[in-house]
């Protein structure tokens, strides 16, 4: 096939180019820049089989030649940048869709929406299941992104059902590893760049907030699945091993040798506010539509994603 990535730059995006084209695809990764980076799609250039456009996916798409498939990545969805870029945010859930959506349309391709879990917000039913409808501020600091993606989801099955496009959702729980951004602000990156540079682990609150870590691997591994399957219907990918964000800081510091110290805090900004106080897949639909459920365990997962930090802390001569 030929496909197109939008956010094709970013963390996900790019691990998607590489599963993608090992399993003999082309692929177009289409990214602005603002929180993808180049570097972590520099190892694909001069594959013939790769394209990199720089473009904005709020603006009109234009891509030469025929698609099969259009996977729409581009966001903003760590809290530093969507409480940064608020509108940008709503612009690329509700104009970036709507572009991506029209090319798939023109193209005759299959699409796949990247959501996330936080369209669920601050659930009130535990484990999340996909046929709960979710508890959402719409006009709290975090209902920009959360609402970009509720939206996203609505104009996709708008487009199944009136259009007859043949349309993919995901919705993304928290997923880690190597290429995230090293100021990313959410809780991997901080808490791993804060031991190995031998500094405090930031807790918010009492840290019994929980959450529920999924290798980026195994997500590549269902996004895929789900792209060669016909379900229309959103699908959960995520690790439902839920743990405290206080054990998690427990399990950083004792995979990288830190010997850094917990520190509680309460944050100055908005960046907690509307923050969930559990989440927690429920992956039944995972499991019987596409076969998949994750298989890295989180230690696992962790130990290369700190091996992946350090030497880039090192690289850039923080280290």
């Known amino acids: 096939m030929r496909i197109l990535i939008t956010g094709g730059a970013g963390f996900i995006g790019s691990h998607l180019c590489d599963r993608l084209l090992a399993e003999g695809h082309q692929v177009i990764a289409m990214d602005n820049l603002i929180t993808g980076s180049t570097r972590n799609i520099e190892h694909l250039a001069g594959n013939d089989n790769f394209r990199f456009i720089k473009h904005d996916v709020t603006e009109y798409i234009y891509v030469e030649g025929p698609l099969d498939a259009v996977l ?4 903003l969805p760590s809290p530093v940048d969507y409480l940064n ?12 869709t709507h572009k991506a959506l029209g090319l798939a349309r023109a193209k005759g391709a299959r699409f796949l929406l990247a959501s996330t879990s936080e369209v669920y917000g ?3 039913v535990h484990p999340q299941s996909e046929d709960y409808w979710g508890n959402v501020n719409p006009v709290g600091p975090r209902g920009v992104y959360d609402e970009s993606k509720r939206f996203a989801e609505a104009l996709t099955m708008a487009y199944h059902r009136t259009h007859g496009l043949s349309t993919r959702i995901v919705r993304i ?28 682990l930031t807790v918010y609150d009492d840290g019994m907030r ?3 870590f999924c290798y980026y691997s195994d997500l590549v591994e ?6 060669l399957s016909d379900v229309s219907e959103p699908v959960n990918l995520g690790n439902p091993q839920e743990m405290t964000i206080l054990d998690f800081a427990k ?39 596409l076969g998949w459920s994750p298989v890295v365990p989180v230690e696992e997962g962790l130990r290369q994603t700190i ?13």
């Not at 269902?222 to 792209?227: D, E, I, Q, T, V």
């Not at 908005?270 to 019987?288: E, F, G, K, Y």
Request: hydrophobic share 35%; with cysteine.
């Open 222 to 227: 269902g996004m895929y699945r789900l792209l």
């Open 307 to 319: 091996a992946w930090f350090r030497k880039r802390l090192e690289t850039d001569g923080r280290l």
């Open 173 to 200: 729980f928290n997923t880690y590893g190597p290429r995230m951004r090293l100021d990313d602000g959410r809780v991997v990156p901080n808490f791993v760049k804060q031991a190995l540079l031998g500094e405090p």
């Open 122 to 124: 601050d659930p009130a």
């Open 251 to 289: 399990l950083i510091i004792r995979l990288s040798g830190s010997r850094s110290p917990i520190e509680f805090v309460k944050p100055k900004d908005m960046r907690t506010a509307d923050d969930p106080n559990r989440r927690c897949p429920d992956i039944s639909r995972a499991r019987q539509a």
């Open 85 to 96: 870029e608020p509108i940008k945010t709503l612009k690329v859930g509700a104009l970036g």
């Open 210 to 212: 929980t959450r529920s």
């Open 72 to 75: 729409h990545l581009a966001s």
